[in-house]
């Protein structure tokens, strides 16, 4: 299996690919990807239909959480596809149409995520430190706004990303990575790219400043409340709680490593093992957070299991 993927710029040119090298392991590589996928669909669809199908999951947690779970779907379904054409394709060439529609996939899922596990550290905030004016901050029509802003912002910005993207000229095809990426493309550039580094310095830096300041902000309160309060309350926090600080801690990990190797040297670091971390935050946060929140939220674990004994 190859680091590396070819792709056709817009421009008519000569385009160079890579073979997988791994003959029959490509197939291992392919059912392996492929079951990894059916899982994550699996998963997440069936957590959807449960919150979507039970009234007594129309709360705004399980509302956040199903925009989460949509997200997941919608992030893998960028990568996924597409990676397994390449898996057992010989040359690893995509169409730049394509490229750049895989490129707003992969970075609106990422912007998406953080927007809405920034949104649930809100809820959850809310629900600890003001229980008895929860459901009066926290109405209906707020959680659709909520959402549907996580949802904009993330849309919005990323296509301002790719508008600048799109008309660069490039001097090359060859992206060392498995999926295409807005940075990998943007290296390729001949033409000036001054205001693409700008847009995605200030966009990466006020997205994570904003979203680090309220989440720090939110626990902070949270803790304080939790010292200072009934072992009840305790409880509830640390029930809630705990999955989205697991989700947070590892989607921020795994980010964290996609964009500082985008930008570092990896020659060193083995083949696989970069494919590996590469892969592993549009796998891992898809694949673990609704089994982590179906195993963890007591409601979720209710229903399950009622569905579970009603087809016995």
């Known amino acids: 299996m190859s680091a590396g993927v070819s792709f056709e710029p817009v421009q008519p ?8 090298g791994n003959g029959a392991l490509k197939y291992l590589y392919f059912t392996v990807v492929a079951f990894l996928y059916i899982v994550i669909v699996t998963v997440n669809v069936l957590l959807i239909v449960v919150i979507c199908v039970n009234r007594s999951l129309h709360e705004p947690m399980y509302m956040f959480l199903c925009s989460l779970f949509v997200n997941e779907l919608y992030g893998s379904t960028g990568l996924f596809p597409l990676l397994l054409l390449q898996i057992l394709s010989d040359v690893h060439t995509v169409s730049a149409p394509l490229c750049f529609l895989q490129i707003f996939c992969v970075h609106t899922y990422g912007t998406a995520e953080l927007a809405n596990l920034v949104v649930m550290s809100y809820d959850r905030y ?35 990303l790719i508008s600048l993207s799109a008309p660069l000229q490039l001097c090359g095809n060859i992206i060392n990575k498995v999926y295409c990426d807005n940075y990998s493309v943007v290296k390729l550039a001949c033409s000036d790219t001054t205001v693409n580094n700008i847009y995605g310095l200030i966009s990466t830096s006020l997205t994570t400043i904003s979203a680090v300041s309220l989440i720090l902000y939110t626990y902070t309160r949270i803790l304080k409340v939790c010292f200072s309060g009934s072992k009840q309350t305790r409880q509830k926090a640390v029930s809630t709680c705990t999955p989205h600080l697991v989700s947070l801690l590892n989607y921020s990990c795994s980010a964290f490593y996609e964009i500082a190797q985008s930008r570092l040297n990896m020659k060193h670091v083995p083949n696989m093992v970069r494919i590996f971390l590469s892969l592993y935050w549009l796998i891992c946060s898809p694949l673990c957070n609704p089994l982590l929140y179906g195993l963890s939220l007591t409601k979720i674990r209710i229903i399950y299991k009622g569905l579970i004994l009603s087809k016995v």
Not at 13 to 20: A, L
Not at 127 to 154: D, E, G, N
């Open 13 to 20: 040119r000569p385009v160079s690919t890579e073979g997988s």
């Open 126 to 160: 809310l629900a600890i430190c003001f229980p008895l004016q929860y459901h009066t901050r926290m109405s209906p029509c707020k959680v659709s706004m909520l959402i549907v802003l996580t949802w904009f912002s993330s849309f919005l910005g990323i296509t301002v």
